[in-house]
Antibody, heavy 123, light 109 residues
Framework: QVTLRESGPALVKPTQTLTLTCTFS??????????VNWIRQPPGKALEWLAR???????YYSTSLKTRLTISKDTSRNQVVLTMTNMDPVDTGTYYC???????????????WGQGTLVTVSS | EIVLTQSPGTLSVSPGERATLSCRAS???????LAWYQQKPGQAPRLLIY???SRATGIPDRFSGSGSGTDFTLTISRLEPEDFAMYYC??????????FGQGTKVEIK
């Protein structure tokens, strides 16, 4: 059974750095083709893809946010960590981690999501 | 970066009727790597369709996807009460950055 769970602070101050941890089970990030994404959603707004880390440690970032984001994985602990620097009130929203995998048939779509964690940026 | 535009913004439909949602890309989506997700209030998105037309595991066959290149469609053949929700398309072709559309809300007429 695949599960993902996000954890981190519910409240951060402007200019601070946000660190979120995704702890997952039911799959391994050392398996070829496995990837974990971070996606966020401001209240009442659309989904926004942020970053992805792959089984081979390749990393990809949103064009508009890449100077502020760092994604990393700890395969032995089944965790993926996202840091976002210089937080601003517009970064308020629910942050999701979610899995996608590439198989011999191609990409499957983002098939498993965590329940999300709400982060509020306010002084 | 590929921009996805969904239409309409809101679709008012009666239960049992058909719903057709559109997703248009600013450039061709490689290998038809286009997915559709359903999201209900307070819940994480759920994968419905991947590869433009393949249903995800456990998705009822009243949901179908079609299209290629820059024009994609999600069709719900007969709306059930549980289908009233937000729907997002997402492209995940080639290398990131990946993008989502702004969403279509399917509401009860």
């Amino acid at each position: 059974q695949v599960t993902l769970r996000e954890s981190g602070p519910a409240l951060v101050k402007p200019t601070q750095t946000l660190t979120l941890t995704c702890t997952f089970s039911g799959f391994s990030l050392s398996t070829t083709g496995m990837c974990v994404n971070w996606i966020r959603q401001p209240p009442g707004k659309a989904l926004e893809w942020l970053a992805r880390v792959d089984w081979d440690d390749d990393k990809y970032y949103s064009t508009s946010l890449k100077t502020r984001l760092t994604i990393s994985k700890d395969t032995s602990r089944n965790q993926v960590v996202l840091t976002m620097t210089n937080m601003d009130p517009v970064d308020t929203g629910t942050y999701y981690c979610a899995r996608i995998q590439a198989t011999s048939s191609g990409w499957s779509g983002i098939d498993y999501w965590g329940q999300g964690t709400l982060v509020t940026v306010s002084s | 970066e590929i921009v996805l535009t969904q239409s309409p913004g809101t679709l008012s439909v009666s239960p049992g009727e058909r719903a057709t949602l559109s997703c248009r890309a600013s450039q061709s989506v490689s290998s038809s790597y286009l997915a559709w997700y359903q999201q209900k209030p307070g819940q994480a998105p759920r994968l419905l369709i991947y590869g433009a037309s393949s249903r995800a595991t456990g998705i009822p066959d009243r949901f179908s996807g079609s299209g290629s290149g820059t024009d994609f469609t999600l069709t719900i053949s007969r709306l059930e009460p549980e289908d009233f929700a937000m729907y997002y398309c997402q492209q995940y072709g080639s290398s990131p950055p990946w993008t989502f559309g702004q969403g279509t809300k399917v509401e009860i007429k």
